[in-house]
């Protein structure tokens, strides 16, 4: 079964730092590009950033860029997003997300960790 | 930033009825375009990919329409487990920087 497991949220104030990580199984880790993904309490999704296969190529979302960083260990099937310089508007949950083969839509998604930006 | 726009914001239809959900690309999209559903509590799920091609396991009433800039999901008779949210996702693939609609909230009537 292909799942995708998120940790590392929690409560962290402005400006603070926080690694999040997903563990992915059931695939062939080392063949997909993989997201993150947010979603603000009670907002929509939001992209936020993309990672190739072997590492190589990274890309995010504007309001992220220079803080956050996407990262994966292919020997551990695990992929990470590194968050500096919090901000409130970065509450949200964060999911997990293999983006396809074949395209660019995702499936599947982990189960999401809450990240909680406030003093 | 390719912008996607959602209509309506909330849709309230009966059991049994068919729902209509649009979405609309700032560009033209072609077929690059994703179907979720979201229950509250849950992750998304995919629906629909390439605009139109039904996901593993996804029920038959469920169908999808469009290209370029205009997009349909029809779900042609709503069970009670449909009453949900639901965004679409525009793929471009080249740079693979991807942006979500707001979201249409589909209620029971």
Known sequence: EVQLVESGGGLVQPGGSLRLSCAASGFTFNSYWMSWVRQAPGKGLEWVANIHPEGTETYYVDPVKGRFTISRDNAKNSLYLQMNGLRAEDTAVYFCARKQLAGGWFDPWGQGTLVTVSS | EIVMTQSPATLSVSPGE?????????????????????????????????????????????????????????????QSEDFALYYCQQYKNWPPMYTFGQGTKLEIK
Do not use: D
Not at chain 2, 19 to 24: I, Y
Not at chain 2, 37 to 65: D, M
């Open chain 2, 18 to 78: 068919r729902a209509t959900l649009s979405c609309r690309a700032s560009q033209s999209v072609s077929s690059n375009l994703a179907w979720y559903q979201q229950k509250p509590g849950q992750a998304p799920r995919l629906l629909i990919y390439g605009a139109s091609t039904r996901a593993t396991g996804i029920p038959a009433r469920f169908s999808g329409s469009g290209s370029g800039t205009e997009f349909t999901l029809t779900i042609s008779s709503l």
